[in-house]
């Protein structure tokens, strides 16, 4: 088992910064790929970006490259999400997620979720 706890959303004004956190407990693979996906009122779930614990590789979103930075600290059992230069369009319920099986953009083969965090972005 895995739990996700994120941290670190709030309201922000657009060209600004966040950076969310997503602590890991229970048993992590280097096999294991965490990701961050969003989802705004009325839309699906969506990739935002991922990293394969054990080797560090990261993939993003095209709607993020350039702007978000996700990286992880093996030692914390942490994985984080630097934002920057938000939009309004990043307003979102942001989740961490983890799925045992390696790297995917589907939501659906992700096995462990956090609760969530909001972010919202004034224009």
């Known amino acids: 088992q895995v739990q996700l706890v994120e941290s670190g959303g709030g309201l922000v ?18 096999s294991t790929f965490m990701g961050w996906f969003r989802q ?4 699906e779930r969506e990739f935002v970006a991922g990293i394969r614990w054990g080797v560090g590789n990261t ?12 990286s992880r600290i093996s030692a914390e ?4 999400l ?3 230069s938000l939009k309004p369009e990043d307003t979102a319920v942001y989740y961490c997620a983890a799925d ?7 939501y659906s083969s992700y096995d462990y979720w956090g609760q969530g965090t909001q972010v919202t972005v004034s224009s």
């Open 13 to 30: 004004q657009a060209g600004d910064s966040l950076r969310l956190s997503c602590a890991a407990s229970g048993r992590i693979f280097s």
């Open 40 to 43: 705004a009122p009325g839309k």
């Open 59 to 70: 993939y993003y979103a095209d709607s993020v490259k350039g702007r978000f930075t996700i």
């Open 77 to 80: 059992n942490t994985v984080y």
């Open 82 to 84: 630097q934002m920057n």
């Open 100 to 106: 045992r099986n390696g790297y995917s953009t589907m």
